[in-house]
């Protein structure tokens, strides 16, 4: 989180950043509308359970009770309908300073119905009760609130004041008591609003970690293997009986290395391996590894392909093409060397520390000897793979060779994704 964009101003609690004020008041607008619709429905049920106690200790208000009912409980209705609107939530602190103002007067219409006697008494509570709802209930921000707390204050002992409702020995006590219960109201509603400003700062840091190991474990493993290595924690095993695995070399890297600053030479192969890393997104691969100078895929795992073999015989066509406009961009002579095997192959993820998803079997060991058995710039496949691409690509035949640690082998040269004209893979 940056500092800058997170500090506040302490007077009038506004972040910094517009964007940041912005993502807090609309996430303090939902978190409010539970609350706000409780007290509404807290509202509407106390004016049903008051109204018989009004009319015995006001009889003349008898024949005005009904409609008196019928507006607030239509008013609250209303308010409450219109929680569940877009523009509630846009403009929430407006419309519920909008809905203190209009209570406001609701209070004062309320004592003006009582007798001078009544008001000092009853008026008095009902508006404390007011108050505690704009500081406490109705989740308005500090300047909000205290616009409100104020201005109806300000209202009620105006009319009062004005109508002659208020007894003169009555005014200073009513004024302090309120002037009172606002300041402490302030008081507490500023609180709030810090400690939720710090809480919503914090959380976002939280959010932003997490989001930051998130694209640190996709970087090191498959999103269908972290998210299951997230919700279990052991140890991950999948077998597949068809995945084609891709194995890449720099050819000469090591004369190579010996003319290039290390880092010169790591920029080298950061440029390289990233437009593998690229070109492997593009063609559904999931690259294993990098070891110095070679670089490791596979199609087929953990996302299972029908079209494995094809999937791996397009990016290593694209692995070629790209380090040939690396080397024509930087001068180096660069040549890649390509092996292809396809067959089952068990992946997983093992260990507890630095654990990594790995490929293991037989067909990684071959694909590993067809790189290393192969010829600079080109892409050296077993028959196994040349049978899953004869008619889409064409293939030049080795003839049998002795393949280290596997015998004689048959073998294929991949030339390019053009179908041959018997649609057969070369003898």
């Known amino acids: 989180m940056n500092a800058d964009a997170a500090c506040m101003n302490r007077l009038t609690l506004r972040f910094a950043d517009a964007n940041l004020e912005a993502s807090f ?15 509404l429905l807290f509202a509407g049920a106390l004016f049903l359970v008051l109204s018989p106690g009004l009319v015995k200790l006001a009889p003349y208000v008898r024949e005005e009770m009904p409609r008196m009912l019928a507006v607030a409980l239509t008013t609250i209705g209303i308010c409450y309908a219109f929680t569940y609107t877009q523009i509630f939530l846009r ?4 419309v519920m300073l909008a809905l203190v103002c209009v209570m406001s007067i609701g209070m004062i219409r309320i004592a003006a119905e009582y007798s001078p006697q009544m008001l000092v008494a009853s008026g008095f509570f009902f508006m404390v009760l007011h108050l505690f709802s704009i500081y406490g209930v109705f989740r308005l921000r500090f300047p909000a609130a205290v616009a409100g707390g104020w201005i109806g204050m300000g209202m009620y002992l105006g009319f009062l004041s004005v109508a002659g409702l208020l007894p003169e020995s009555a005014l200073p006590r009513h004024t302090g008591a309120l002037v009172i219960a606002n300041l402490l109201g302030m008081l507490i509603c500023y609180q709030m609003d810090l400690a939720l400003r710090r809480a919503f700062l914090a959380m976002r840091e939280v959010v932003e970690e997490r989001e930051r190991s998130e694209r640190l474990l996709l970087n090191i493993l498959p999103a269908p293997i972290a998210e299951r290595l997230k919700a279990s924690g052991d140890s991950i095993a999948e077998h597949s009986d068809g995945v084609t695995v891709l194995f890449a070399d720099i050819v000469g890297f090591t004369p190579l290395s010996a003319s290039k600053t290390p880092q010169a030479l790591v920029e080298l192969l950061n440029r390289i391996f990233s437009e593998f890393d690229a070109l492997a997104d593009a063609h559904g691969l999931e690259k294993i590894k990098t070891i110095g100078d070679a670089y490791m ?34 001068g180096e002579k660069l040549a890649l060397r390509i092996g292809l095997h396809s067959g089952p192959a068990v992946a997983g993820v093992i260990g507890r520390r630095k654990f990594t998803y790995d490929l293991w079997g037989d067909t990684v060991n071959t694909a590993s000897r067809m790189e290393s058995h192969g010829v ?52």
């Open 25 to 39: 008041a609309e996430e303090q607008a939902r978190k409010s509308l539970r609350p706000i619709r409780i007290a």
């Open 297 to 330: 895929a596979v199609a087929g795992l953990p996302e299972p392909w029908a079209d494995h073999a094809p999937r791996a015989a397009r990016m290593a066509l694209a692995m070629l093409d790209a380090t040939a406009r690396v080397a024509a961009t930087t």
């Open 376 to 427: 600079p710039g080109a892409i050296h496949c077993t028959e196994a793979t040349a049978l899953l691409l004869q008619g889409a690509f064409q293939l030049q035949a080795r003839g049998a060779m002795e393949i280290k640690g596997k015998g004689e082998m048959r073998t294929f040269l991949l030339l390019s994704p053009e179908r041959v004209p018997d649609g057969r893979a070369g003898n």
């Open 91 to 94: 403009r929430h602190q407006w």
